[in-house]
């Protein structure tokens, strides 16, 4: 009976997960908002003239939605009375970036009102954040909804930076994510900045017998405790992703087959025969990389869940 139980809960968190949307299409703007891609193109754009580390941030935020309830923009909401939002749970204190989506959405509201929802806006953005990168572009699909719900105590469904190779597979595969969609997707990790506070395991007191993570190179992990000492007490203290931190690319792959990813769920990969070999194939080949990295994005960013159109991208209507 117990056995029943848990696989009738298992089906209802995957369907609920993989209700890859019908409703999705390419050309769902066409004539409602014709220039609803360009517009978020030209905000992404703006913002990134300004700071290099919009593209990173974009496609964090992008993740960290669809994780939670699907493609719905709920990590957008603000907190509100006594219900505590998305964004304000532990592991997305330090997203950044709302603004472009606040300025895209500003800009469609004028021309195309109530037509265009925050749940698309992040999935084009995100889009935009790669391929302004140097990374590769794709169409889209469209048609999100924003959902009306975001609470801050869900936020512990996101796969951390500690994981490990069957935790990481057991949460992409309840989103009905695959192992391959998990190391492509991983590789957006070749983008962006990390605080301390999430490799810190692996460099200070890692276990009992080792006070370092015995996979990292040692010199790697020398000049991770330069800039994160024992009793590091600097706020913003931390390390870029991968050096070309700003440039889409398959650095990081290159940098784990060393010894150099920089989260115990990165350097994970290797754990397992199919990711490692999927870690040396996009290592290689900056092609197999990108084509599988768009696929993944597609199939993720389609993980609907959302019931409206916002008008406000903080606020529920």
């Not at 993570?213 to 010199?219: E, I, K, Y």
Request: proline share 4%; glycine share 6%.
């Amino acid at each position: 009976m117990a056995g029943i139980l848990f696989l009738s809960l298992v089906l209802m968190l995957f369907s609920a997960f993989s209700q890859r949307a019908d409703s999705l299409s390419l050309n769902y703007y066409e004539k409602t908002c014709p220039n609803a891609e360009s517009i978020v193109t030209n905000a992404v754009k703006s913002a990134m003239s300004k700071d290099k580390t919009v593209p990173a941030a974009l496609l964090r935020l992008h993740f960290h939605d669809c994780f939670i309830r699907g493609c719905d923009a709920s990590v957008l909401l603000s907190s509100k009375g006594s219900n505590k939002a998305e964004k304000d749970g532990p592991p997305n204190v330090s997203l950044h970036a709302l603004y472009v989506i606040d300025s895209a959405k500003k800009e469609l509201e004028a021309c195309c009102p109530g037509v265009v929802s925050c749940a698309d806006i992040l999935a084009l953005a995100a889009r935009d954040a790669v391929s302004l990168s140097g990374g590769p572009s794709w169409e889209v699909p469209k048609g999100r909804k924003d959902g009306r719900t975001s609470k801050a105590s869900e936020t512990i469904q996101l796969p951390a930076p500690t994981f490990s190779i069957s935790q990481l597979q057991q949460s992409f595969s309840q989103r009905g994510l695959s192992m391959d969609d998990l190391v492509a997707l991983s590789g957006g990790h070749t983008l962006g900045f990390s605080h301390c506070s999430s490799f810190q395991n692996r460099i200070h007191n890692f276990n009992s017998t080792h006070k370092i993570d015995p996979s990292m190179h040692p010199s790697f992990a020398a000049s991770l405790k330069g800039v994160c000492p024992k009793n590091n007490k600097a706020k913003n203290a931390g390390t870029s992703m991968d050096p070309s931190s700003t440039t889409f690319d398959n650095t990081y792959f290159k940098l784990i087959l060393q010894g150099k990813g920089l989260f115990s769920s990165d350097q994970a990969l290797l754990d397992f025969p199919k990711t490692k070999d999927l870690v040396s194939k996009f290592a290689s080949s900056q092609e197999a990389f990108t084509k599988a990295f768009m696929n993944s994005m597609i199939k993720m960013s389609s993980i609907t869940g959302g019931q409206e159109i916002r008008k406000d991208c903080r606020v529920v209507n």
